[in-house]
C-alpha cells in the first residue's frame, strides 16, 4: 500500500511491524541468574504465537511513538505525549504481522516524509519467557505500543512501507536518524507549548534530565550529540517555565517596574514549590528505601539464613548480598547493575532456590542495542 494522506491529513499506510525470529538477549534481561546470566541468549518468538488470536487483539489500536519511551510502556498517564499514531486491523502474512497504520502527529508526519526512518520496534507488556529443552520461548505475548526507530532489533523488514521506492537514494546514517527523531520530540514540545501545564512540563524536564544523565561522560560521537540535543530541550523547556503569561490580567501591571517584580516573584514562587517538591520526594525515596530494607531484609534471612547480612544498609546491599554469597555476581559486576537488574536477579535466585518452574516475567521490546550498553537501554530503539 502507497503512502494515503486523508482529508484530515493523517498519514496512512500498511506496516510490518514484527515477524516470528529468534532474537538475542542477554540472560539477565529474561531473569536468567546462573552461569548464563551475562551471556547472549536466543529467545524464539514464532508466527504462530505472534497470531494466536488474543496476541492479535492487543495489537489492534495500539499507539505508535517516536522511539521507545523511558519506561518501555505507554499508558493512559502520558499517552498525549507519547503518542504520534496507532496501529489497527493486525493480521498474519506469511512470517510477518501486519497493520495498517496511522500517523496522526503533523511533526512526526514531516519527520517521516523527509528522513529515511521507517524501521519499527514493538513494545510488549511483560513477557512470558518460558524454557523448554533448553531452548527459551516468548509466550502468551501482549502488544503495548509500536515504536518508530533509527534501528530495530527484529531487522529492517520490520518497517512502515515506503510512499515510493528510493532506488539510488542516499540513505540517511544512523546517528542522523537518531538525531532527527530527537529534533522531532523537541518540535513536538514546541507544537504543545499552549496546552502544557507547568506541572506538565516539569515532568518532561525530569524525564529529559534522566536520558542526558545516561549519555553523559560518554566519549562517543553519537552520545555527544545527543547529550547536546537533550540540553538544549531542557534548556527551552525552562525558558517556558519562566515565560509568563501574556493573557493572564493579574500578570499585566502598571508599567516596566511593575512587570519585573511580577516576574521575580513568580520565578522565586516557582523555584519554592521545586524545592518543596524535591523535599517531599527525596523524604518519600527515604521512606520508601527504609521499608524496602526491613522486607528485604526479613525475607532474605527466612530464605538465606547462613548469609551475612550486617553490614547492608538497604534493600539494595541485601539483595546484592544474597547474590554476591551465592557466586551469581562479583561485587563489582553488581555494583554496574540497576536496582531493577538486582531485583530481577533476587527474583530468580528466590524462584530457583524452591524449585518453581522457571516461567520469568520481564519487560521486553525488539528494539536493538549495542552489547555494550545496559540492559535498561538494550530494550528500547537506538
Same mark, same amino acid.
Given at each position: 500500500m502507497t503512502w494515503e494522506i486523508t482529508p484530515q491529513g493523517y498519514l496512512k499506510t500498511t506496516a510490518k511491524i514484527t515477524k516470528g525470529s529468534i532474537l538475542q538477549y542477554y540472560g539477565h534481561e529474561i531473569g536468567l541468574t546462573d552461569s548464563r546470566a551475562? $551471556?547472549?541468549?536466543?529467545?524464539?518468538?514464532?508466527?504462530e504465537e505472534l497470531s494466536k488470536p488474543d496476541t492479535l487483539k492487543s495489537i489492534d489500536g495500539m499507539p505508535i511513538t517516536i522511539t521507545h519511551p523511558?519506561?518501555?510502556s505507554v499508558d493512559a498517564t502520558d499517552w498525549k505525549n507519547k503518542t504520534v499514531g496507532h496501529v489497527q486491523n493486525p493480521r498474519a502474512d506469511g512470517n510477518y504481522i501486519v497493520c495498517d497504520a496511522y500517523i496522526q502527529d503533523a511533526s512526526a508526519i514531516e519527520l517521516l516524509k523527509n528522513k529515511d526512518i521507517r524501521e519499527l520496534s514493538v513494545g510488549y507488556e511483560p513477557a512470558d519467557i518460558q524454557e523448554e529443552n533448553g531452548k527459551f520461548y516468548h509466550k502468551n505475548i501482549k502488544v503495548n505500543h509500536v515504536a518508530i526507530v533509527?534501528?530495530?532489533? *527484529?531487522?529492517?523488514?520490520?518497517?512502515?512501507?515506503d510512499s515510493k521506492p528510493k532506488i539510488g537514494a542516499n540513505l540517511m546514517p544512523k546517528k542522523n536518524k537518531l538525531l532527527a527523531l530527537i529534533d522531532s520530540f523537541r518540535k513536538r514540545l514546541n507544537d504543545a507549548e499552549g496546552e502544557l501545564s507547568k506541572e506538565e512540563i516539569n515532568k518532561m524536564i525530569d524525564e529529559l534530565t534522566k536520558q542526558l544523565e545516561e549519555v553523559q561522560g560518554k566519549?562517543?560521537?553519537?552520545?555527544?550529540? $545527543? +547529550?547536546?540535543?537533550l540540553q538544549k530541550q531542557i534548556d527551552e523547556l525552562k525558558a517556558k517555565l519562566e &515565560?509568563?503569561?501574556?493573557?493572564?490580567?493579574? +500578570?499585566s501591571g502598571n508599567?516596566?517596574?511593575?512587570?519585573? *517584580?511580577?516576574?521575580? +516573584?513568580?520565578? *522565586?514562587?516557582?523555584?519554592q514549590v521545586k524545592k518543596e517538591r524535591d523535599e517531599y520526594k527525596a523524604r518519600v525515596e527515604e521512606l520508601e528505601a527504609e521499608k524496602d530494607k526491613d522486607s528485604v531484609m526479613n525475607d532474605a534471612k527466612a530464605r538465606f539464613p547462613k548469609v551475612k547480612l550486617n553490614d547492608a544498609k538497604s534493600g539494595r546491599d541485601v539483595r546484592i548480598g544474597v547474590l554476591v554469597d551465592h557466586g551469581i555476581y562479583t561485587k563489582?559486576?553488581?555494583? &554496574?547493575?540497576?536496582? *531493577?537488574?538486582?531485583r530481577a536477579a533476587y527474583a530468580g535466585l528466590v +524462584?530457583?532456590?524452591t524449585k518453581k518452574n522457571k516461567v520469568v516475567s520481564s519487560l521486553l521490546n525488539d528494539s536493538k542495542e549495542a552489547q555494550t550498553k545496559s540492559a535498561s537501554k538494550r530494550l528500547g530503539g537506538k
Open positions: 551475562n $551471556k547472549l541468549v536466543d529467545v524464539n518468538r514464532t508466527i523511558d519506561k518501555k533509527a534501528e530495530g532489533r *527484529a531487522g529492517s523488514d520490520c518497517r512502515l512501507n566519549e562517543d560521537e553519537e552520545s555527544k550529540a $545527543k +547529550a547536546d540535543e &515565560k509568563p503569561n501574556d493573557n493572564d490580567p493579574a +500578570a508599567g516596566e517596574d511593575d512587570k519585573d *517584580a511580577r516576574i521575580t +516573584a513568580l520565578t *522565586a514562587e516557582l523555584e563489582d559486576q553488581a555494583s &554496574k547493575l540497576t536496582d *531493577a537488574e538486582i +524462584a530457583t532456590s
